[in-house]
């Protein structure tokens, strides 16, 4: 019995000093080749936990900008989302590493064309091929005719269609809910501007579509999800689409025929004119909405605005100035700051490109098919670079001048970057800045509701006011035919 025992102890011990050396020997070796301490080769982005198939689609889709901010400091500044049939890499960096690598990153890489075409395509009915070869040729081409050397007539033309609905929409005196009134005034002037008289005249269900249309946009881009659920979403579009094919034919003298000359493809003229039409209509009426809100919750911002607008604005009305992008910039310079401060405020919580390949963006590996994201929402709130940065403080653009183009280069991405930047930045700003400047020289106008605040559900574009906020307006100039 002892001499069994005595042998079973010796062989474990032999066993045991086995199983040691040999673990040792592995070990050397590895560490020796660098097998242990190497890299793997691809760190993938740490991906922000969710539900099994939904993802965190209900938590982004409840408010966009807070599970945004939660993520960023849960995960650092590089993770992905996922979503229902797609997932979403967002990437925080400093502005000139944001516009170096997500706006203008090599094309082999990133692409805008892929990252829009769920919208261009699924949304709108356009040809995925023919949308990709047309792409570059359609933004030259607006962005000429949209650009500083058509300006001063656009901007006559502007100020011409914003008089009218002063006369005709505003009237003397009255309490108005400002999203609802200042959604039709410019709405009616840009579409005349861009779209043309004729056009305009013979579309005039065209707003009221375009409004459902808009309210379901968002839920009809989520992937995966059938339209044929989202009813008032089809009916829109398809009204839409048939109002645009009837009529465009009348867009002739307009600057937006040119587009379609460009484009040299009849048969998809209908949804590449919804596309534009969409770009021209759902940004502006929202922006124009926060910069009047703003600038009449704050008494010292009101009371610069309205010196300046009573200097600037006889010449501005006057058909003998030359009304270049400079003139009105540098004219209404603190009306510019108010519209920027307020298009950094209420910028889009998401813009969006594809990956074409893995690419490296710093210690990370970013997949192929990921949608590489940015936040202009979260990065105009950093407070290392805007101070005070949830207040509204328009003189904190006054060092970069009044000209967008020194503003929205630089700091702001709220018209996106590179390449494909937004065609119509320039027109948009001189809309915008216009119609402040009238708005505020013939009326006198009072908040009647309490600031309300930006809807959080939305995640593309201009933020929406989560709810109603009426003014009252009293004129203090006459209007000819306003008796
Ligand atoms: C406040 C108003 C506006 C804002 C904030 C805005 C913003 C943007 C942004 C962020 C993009 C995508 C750029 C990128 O990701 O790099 C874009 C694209 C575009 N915008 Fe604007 N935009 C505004 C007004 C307008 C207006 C008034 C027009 C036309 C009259 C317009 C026409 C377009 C078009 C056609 C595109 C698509 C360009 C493409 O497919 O390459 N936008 N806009």
Request: with cysteine.
């Amino acid at each position: 019995m002892e001499t069994a025992k005595a042998t079973m102890l010796l062989w474990s011990g032999w066993w045991l000093f086995g199983v040691s050396l040999f673990v040792f020997v592995v070990v050397t070796v590895a560490r020796r080749s660098g097998w242990l301490t190497r890299k793997p080769k691809y760190t993938y982005p740490p991906v922000c936990k969710g539900l099994p198939f939904l993802g965190s689609a209900l938590e982004f889709g409840k408010n966009p900008l807070e599970f945004l901010q939660s993520c960023r400091k849960q995960y650092g500044d590089v993770f992905t989302v996922v979503l229902p049939g797609r997932r979403m890499t967002f990437i925080f960096a400093s502005t000139e590493q944001v516009r170096k690598y997500f706006f203008n990153g090599p094309s082999s890489l990133i692409s805008f064309t892929a990252g829009v075409e769920p919208f261009t395509c699924r949304i709108f009915g356009m040809s995925k091929k023919d949308f990709s070869l047309a792409h570059r040729s359609l933004l030259t081409t607006l962005r000429s005719e949209l650009g500083a050397k058509n300006i001063p007539q656009l901007a006559h033309r502007l100020i011409n269609y914003y008089l009218d609905n002063f006369r005709s929409l505003w009237g003397k005196k009255n309490e108005r809910d400002a999203s609802e009134l200042l959604l039709k005034t410019l709405s009616d002037a840009s579409l005349r501007v861009v779209f043309g008289d004729e056009f305009a005249n013979a579309s005039p269900s065209l707003l009221n579509d375009f409004v459902v249309f808009d309210e379901w946009f968002e839920l009809a881009a989520t992937p995966l999800l059938p339209h044929f659920l989202l009813r008032p979403f089809v009916t829109s579009r398809r009204r839409l689409l048939d109002t645009i094919a009837a009529n465009w034919k009348y867009t002739k003298n307009a600057p937006i025929y040119k587009l379609t000359e460009a484009y040299g493809n009849e048969g998809n003229v209908p949804s590449l004119l919804f596309t534009a039409l969409w770009a021209t209509w759902s940004n502006a009426s929202s922006a124009s909405f926060w910069t009047l809100i703003y600038i009449l919750a704050d008494e010292k911002v009101k009371y610069k605005v309205l010196a300046e607008v009573e200097k600037a604005s006889p010449l501005l009305l006057s058909s003998k100035t030359e009304l270049s992008a400079e003139w009105i910039f540098s004219n209404l310079p603190y009306v510019s700051y108010c519209v920027s401060e307020t298009l950094r405020l209420c910028a889009s919580v998401v813009d969006i490109r594809k990956v074409l390949a893995d690419m490296e963006f710093g210690e990370f590996t970013i997949r192929q098919g990921d949608y590489l994201c940015i936040s202009p929402a979260v990065a105009h709130r950093e407070d290392s670079m805007f101070s005070q940065s949830e207040n509204f403080v328009p003189d904190r653009f006054q060092k970069q001048g009044a000209h967008p183009n020194a503003v929205f280069d630089k700091d702001l991405f709220t018209f996106g970057g590179g390449f494909y930047k937004c065609p119509g930045q320039l027109f948009a700003m001189v809309e915008l800045v216009l119609f402040i400047a009238l708005a505020f020289y013939l009326y006198d106008i009072q908040l009647v509701d309490p600031v309300p605040k930006l809807k959080e559900t939305q995640a593309v574009g201009i933020k929406k006011p989560s709810a109603s906020c009426r003014i009252y307006y009293q004129w203090k100039r006459r209007l000819a035919g306003m008796e």
